[in-house]
């Protein structure tokens, strides 16, 4: 597959898109967002085992994140729709609406939903580790399709961050038990996808702005958990009990479109394995939040694997940094 298309005034020739970032502006901008986001979409599994608790299933999760979170996207949408016509020189195809909603669907509803599935039988911290195996899927989905090379400073750097992560995988895995098998299977399955998410974006990005994009992705994926759940529950399972409806609302705007717009503005200013990797920041933080508010013992385990995915994210920063 070629290369997806910069910006002409950001075009580098022999570098694909996935690699150059396709917005003027200063990296550590976009390592700020990408951090950010990461630490917000870390409290995710936290507000999910919040709400199974409360008796709310999967797809009534989903269906109430989505309904809460879906207007805001569409008000985004078209403020950015309004302001990006006048700026714009030529005007956006609707295939490119077609494709954003399309790449919404893989990355936002089938991730979502494999990554809320697999949360019935994980723990948030084993979840967050398996999830965050994305960025390994960057790498390798960018080598393969779109001919990015894998280069071995940054995969040391990796290595490293990846490292500390099966240091606590492992540790968990022992006290699992065989049921949680299934629930691997789920998570792996959301990764996969989350990582085509991730480089499937950066075009629709380019072209329509990551607001718009963003909107019209998340409206995509909202849409079609909506039919879901119309046809698998009653409209009356959508009542649920105060706490619930207040662990919706905090997933639906603390863990979801805050998060997305700010992983959108990252992956319009570094490149996509950038993103994923500083992403890694993520599992660090959903341990500690664990331990706070859902009484989890924090380990020699985690400690140690904390410090190698925050020095493995740290050196990888630098080694993007300093080869563009």
Same mark, same amino acid.
């Given at each position: 597959?070629?290369?997806?298309?910069?910006?002409?005034?950001e075009?580098?020739?022999?570098r694909?898109?996935? +690699?150059?970032?396709?917005?003027?502006?200063p990296?550590?901008v976009?390592?700020?967002?990408?951090? $950010?986001?990461?630490?917000?979409?870390?409290?995710k599994g936290?507000?999910?085992k919040?709400?199974?608790a /409360?008796?709310?299933d999967?797809?009534?999760?989903l269906?109430?994140?989505?309904?809460? +979170?879906?207007?805001?996207y569409?008000?985004?949408?078209?403020?950015? #729709?309004?302001?990006?016509?006048?700026?714009?020189?030529?005007?956006?195809?609707?295939s490119? #609406?077609? !494709?954003?909603?399309?790449?919404?669907?893989?990355? #936002?509803?089938?991730?979502?939903?494999?990554?809320? !599935?697999?949360?019935?039988t @994980?723990?948030?911290?084993?979840?967050?580790? *398996?999830?965050?195996?994305?960025? @390994?899927?960057?790498l390798l989905f960018?080598?393969?399709?779109?001919? /990015?090379p894998?280069?071995?400073?940054?995969l040391a750097?990796?290595?490293?961050?990846?490292?500390?992560?099966? =240091?606590?995988?492992?540790?968990?895995?022992?006290?699992?038990?065989?049921?949680?098998?299934?629930?691997?299977?789920?998570?792996?399955?959301?990764?996969?996808?989350?990582?085509?998410?991730?480089?499937?974006?950066?075009?629709?990005?380019?072209?329509?702005g990551?607001?718009?994009?963003?909107? $019209?992705?998340?409206?995509?994926?909202?849409? =079609?958990?909506?039919?879901?759940?119309?046809?698998?529950?009653?409209?009356?399972?959508?009542?649920?009990?105060?706490?619930?409806?207040?662990?919706?609302?905090?997933?639906? *705007?603390?863990?979801?479109?805050l998060?997305?717009?700010?992983m959108?503005?990252? @992956?319009?200013r570094?490149?996509a394995?950038?993103? +994923?990797?500083?992403?890694t920041?993520?599992?660090?933080?959903?341990? *500690?939040?664990?331990?706070?508010?859902?009484? /989890?013992?924090l380990?020699?385990?985690?400690?140690?694997?904390?410090?190698m995915?925050?020095?493995?994210?740290?050196?990888?920063?630098?080694?993007?940094?300093?080869?563009?």
């Amino acid at each position: 597959m070629a290369c997806l298309p910069a910006l002409p005034r950001e075009a580098r020739p022999g570098r694909c898109l996935l +690699s150059t970032p396709s917005s003027a502006g200063p990296l550590w901008v976009g390592y700020a967002f990408a951090a $950010v986001g990461a630490v917000l979409f870390a409290a995710k599994g936290i507000l999910i085992k919040l709400a199974f608790a /409360e008796g709310v299933d999967t797809l009534t999760l989903l269906a109430l994140r989505m309904g809460l +979170s879906v207007p805001i996207y569409v008000a985004v949408g078209l403020i950015a #729709y309004h302001r990006g016509r006048d700026r714009r020189a030529t005007t956006v195809p609707a295939s490119a #609406y077609l !494709k954003a909603l399309a790449i919404g669907v893989i990355g #936002y509803w089938f991730s979502s939903y494999a990554d809320f !599935k697999g949360l019935e039988t @994980l723990t948030p911290q084993f979840e967050r580790l *398996i999830l965050f195996t994305y960025p @390994l899927f960057v790498l390798l989905f960018g080598a393969a399709l779109f001919h /990015e090379p894998l280069r071995w400073r940054p995969l040391a750097a990796f290595g490293i961050a990846y490292l500390g992560l099966a =240091v606590v995988f492992l540790a968990d895995f022992e006290t699992g038990g065989g049921d949680i098998v299934v629930g691997v299977l789920w998570v792996l399955g959301a990764a996969v996808t989350f990582a085509l998410y991730q480089l499937l974006a950066r075009g629709g990005i380019a072209a329509m702005g990551a607001p718009l994009f963003t909107s $019209v992705a998340m409206t995509g994926a909202a849409l =079609v958990v909506l039919a879901l759940f119309l046809v698998t529950h009653p409209l009356a399972a959508l009542v649920v009990s105060g706490r619930a409806f207040l662990l919706s609302v905090m997933l639906a *705007i603390g863990a979801t479109v805050l998060p997305s717009f700010f992983m959108s503005a990252a @992956l319009s200013r570094i490149s996509a394995a950038a993103n +994923s990797t500083i992403g890694t920041l993520s599992p660090v933080v959903t341990l *500690i939040l664990a331990v706070l508010f859902l009484g /989890e013992p924090l380990r020699g385990v985690d400690l140690l694997g904390t410090a190698m995915v925050v020095g493995g994210v740290g050196l990888f920063t630098v080694v993007d940094r300093r080869r563009r």
